[in-house]
């Protein structure tokens, strides 16, 4: 069976409740993960409100997940999040220093040396993939929007791709394949090919005629050489 693993409810910041999810899931034939965002800046964000989501996933047939803003400090200990079925780490912003950030949603936002903020973007998420307990690495190569709005796509090199692939590789973290997004590249899912780097696929799905739309990560994997045996699975451990 295929899972989408990357859906969002009303426990965050999407439309459908996990009760619809979890129908959607029977309708559609495929398996079904939650993973609502949890963030200083999201609804989860402490220990009761993660007690109380974690709670609520747990009363349908449903994987439960979370999907962490990687980079600010979170108020939920490890133990807590380790009793979900799996994490997906997403940047949704890069740090400069204490002072600098740039988010990703912000259309305000410029930067005046696009190599720089390349360049500081994969060596983010080649820390993150060494240091973050995550399974999945949510929406990678995903940059500002204001970057995609100048058709800047795919603006790696193949060393910083081999690099951020190599990372996952050794710390058996997957790659998430987003319908939503379109990331990541041919280029880096050929090199997932090559060096066996697990994959997952995911809808980053608000709402219910967005879910379970898994054509982009599907037609990806065959065009690329991605087999089946590299899809990232959770094994439902949540009780």
Known sequence: MLFDLHLHTTLSDGAMKPAD????????????????????????????SFAAYRKELLKHDLLAGAEICLG?????????????????????ALFFDENLSLYFWDDRVRFPNLQYLVDHYAKTVVHFL?????????HPTLLPMFMQSKGIIDPFSDSQIHDMVAAGVRNKVAFEISSRWKVPSERFLRECARQG???SLGSDAHTADQAFNLDFPLQMMEKTGIDRGQLFVPVKKTR
């Open 21 to 48: 999810i979890a129908r959607l899931s029977k309708e559609q034939y495929t398996g079904a993960g939650v993973a609502d965002h949890i963030s200083p800046y999201q609804k989860i964000r402490d220990e009761q």
């Open 130 to 138: 060494d240091t973050a307990p995550i399974n999945i690495m949510g």
């Open 197 to 199: 780097a697990f994959v």
């Open 72 to 92: 600010p400090v979170i108020d939920i200990s490890q133990e807590s999040l380790s009793s979900l079925d799996y994490i997906i780490g997403s940047i949704h």
